[in-house]
């Protein structure tokens, strides 16, 4: 989140200064699941052509597995998908240019990073600790302290976006107000290395539940780049086991008692669960794991922070270069906290809903601890409970990409945007929704998504569009000092359609234009019986957005035919 924020402050040519207490980006074995609307945001960044070749093949790390030991194979399974990659990736290209994929941490926190510094105008301070914070007449105070050298410094900002995690320095300084949800504690999390290529490996799930009360837990998926595996378990110590009582209990999980076991890293860690009620504090900003923590099933912890970055960073550059007001701010919260809202009660459920369905599966079974073995009923009430939870609805795909944004940085028409699901998508170009992918042949014919024509500027973008709205985008810029491209896709334009989907999708009724915020959502749709005066509803729709008083202006752009 903080690596993100940095990144698209500084492609805006802003002065932007990142502190970060530990002494690179991250190593460890967390946050490894890109969904696709989080994989959007790299491919517009330049940071998905650095994670070509990272992270897990589809079918190594293809959903969860429920086990009774290893050894004695799946008894369930939850599949997120079925088939090939290829396969995958073709029904992902109907809705994205990309596709969720199981990637490290470490890799595309390592790849922002590598984006973020390429800019002059960033700085990225590592083992950089904030030791204390201030708000200020005219901005922030920060003072930092440098652990390597222990000398101490202040640093003042106009603005400080505190992204500083589920356990904020800055929150707990500053924050106001906190409502919190149940915490998964008391977590060991052990990485080995093993020779099992032959039993978790080839049955391929990125994570796989161990049923045997004695040893329940969970395996991880062999770490495509080390080759470690990983596997997590409830203790309620605050000491880790001995390396003794962790082979036998792996051993254990895994039904192999002689396995050779090489033992390499062990964590221990909580999860917690809550929402801060106020994301501002005056010129303090929080976003990320800072303003809604919870546990990380479901992959949303990560990518709900970068949908955060994406939100925020071109709505505080705006107001610091002076072209947006204060206003403009507050629709980050508005905006974020309801889909902040679903996220946490989503990951609350997901990992309630997978305890449950084990613990239930464990009720009654006397021969599953003491033999080992699960009842034809057991196993069919596993079938039956996690069949639902098969395909679409791993993948999240409504979570993905149906983000619905209602605040003062949308401009509403007479359409009724789709209520969010969790699993159902449904594409659209209602004002507030994420600008739906359609596929373009550029001028050299090139194929390209619209989700490339994004990032950085607001787009207004129409089937064979009149050469009016054009001509408004130059005069609103004039105007306003708001960079806008106009984009018309047709057979002789710049841009042609692959398909019928995009005049399908951008086009509902002849005329219509889009315009499309910084971040990639609708911000409004304009029809053809305002194209008569083009530039004076184009700089209305925009001084709404941001917040700021409509400018006096000739009607330069009416005169043209």
């Known amino acids: 989140m903080g690596l993100a924020t940095a990144f698209l402050l500084g492609r805006e040519g802003l002065s932007v200064a990142l502190f970060e207490k530990r002494p690179s980006t991250t190593t460890l074995p967390k946050g490894q699941y890109l969904h696709a609307s989080t994989a959007e945001f790299f491919r517009q960044w330049g940071v998905w052509d650095l994670l070509e070749d990272a992270g897990w093949e589809t079918e190594d790390a293809n959903g969860q597995g429920f086990y009774v030991n290893v050894a004695n194979g799946p008894v369930a399974a939850i599949r997120a998908i079925d088939g090939t990659h290829e396969e995958y990736e073709k029904k992902w290209a109907d809705y994205s240019p990309v596709f969720p994929r199981k990637i490290p941490a470490s890799d595309y926190e390592a790849a922002i990073c590598r984006r973020a510094e390429s800019w002059p105008n960033t700085s990225l301070h590592f083992n950089a600790r904030v030791t204390d914070i201030e708000q200020t007449n005219d901005g922030v105070r920060l003072t930092v302290e440098d652990m390597q050298s222990h000398t101490v410094k202040d640093v003042t900002a106009r603005y400080v976006v505190a992204c500083d995690g589920a356990h904020s320095f800055v929150r707990s300084r500053l924050g106001r107000g906190q409502d919190h ?225 209602r605040s003062q940085a949308v401009v509403s028409n007479e359409e009724v945007a789709p209520v969010p699901e969790l699993v159902e998508y449904v594409e659209t170009t209602v004002p507030g929704v994420r600008a739906p992918h359609a596929w373009l042949l550029d001028a050299q014919g090139k194929r390209l998504s619209t989700i490339d024509l994004w990032g950085g500027r607001f787009v207004f973008i129409g089937h064979h569009m009149d050469q009016r709205w054009a001509a408004a985008a130059s005069d609103v810029y004039s105007n306003l000092g708001i960079e806008l491209t106009a984009v018309s896709v047709g057979e002789s334009e710049a841009y042609r359609a692959l398909d019928s989907k995009f005049a399908r999708l951008y086009e509902v009724n002849i005329g219509d234009v889009v315009l499309v915020r910084p971040d990639g959502f609708v911000a409004a749709k304009l029809g053809a019986s305002e194209v008569a005066s083009a530039s004076h509803q184009l700089q209305r729709i925009l001084c709404t957005i941001l917040g700021v008083r409509e400018v006096a202006m000739e009607p330069l752009v009416e005169a043209v035919a």
């Open 181 to 405: 949800g149940p915490t998964f504690g008391n977590q060991v999390l052990v990485e080995f290395r093993a020779d099992l290529d032959a039993t978790l490996g080839k049955d391929g799930f990125f994570h796989s539940f161990i049923l045997n009360p004695r040893y329940a837990g969970w395996f991880g998926s062999k770490h495509p780049d080390n080759g470690l595996w990983r596997y997590s378990f409830r203790h309620d110590e605050e000491t880790p086991p001995v390396h003794e009582v962790l082979l036998e209990r792996i051993r254990g999980a895994l039904g192999m008692p002689d396995l050779p076991i090489e033992l390499f890293q062990i964590y221990r860690f909580d999860y917690s669960t809550g929402l801060l009620r106020h994301w501002r504090e005056k010129n303090v900003i929080f976003a990320g794991d800072a303003a809604h923590w919870h546990s990380p099933w479901g992959g949303f912890g990560m990518n709900s922070g970068i949908q955060d970055a994406n939100n925020l960073a071109w709505k505080l550059a705006l107001v610091l270069k002076g072209k947006a007001g204060d206003s403009l701010l507050d629709t980050f919260e508005i905006e974020r906290k309801s889909k902040a809202r679903i996220t946490v009660k989503s990951a609350t459920y997901n990992s309630l809903h997978y305890q449950a369905i084990a613990e239930a599966a464990r009720v009654g079974e006397g021969e599953l601890f003491a033999q080992g073995k699960i009842s034809a009923e057991a196993q069919l009430f596993l079938q039956q409970r996690t069949a639902p939870h098969g395909d679409n609805a791993v993948l999240h795909t409504g979570y993905q990409l149906g983000t619905v944004y």
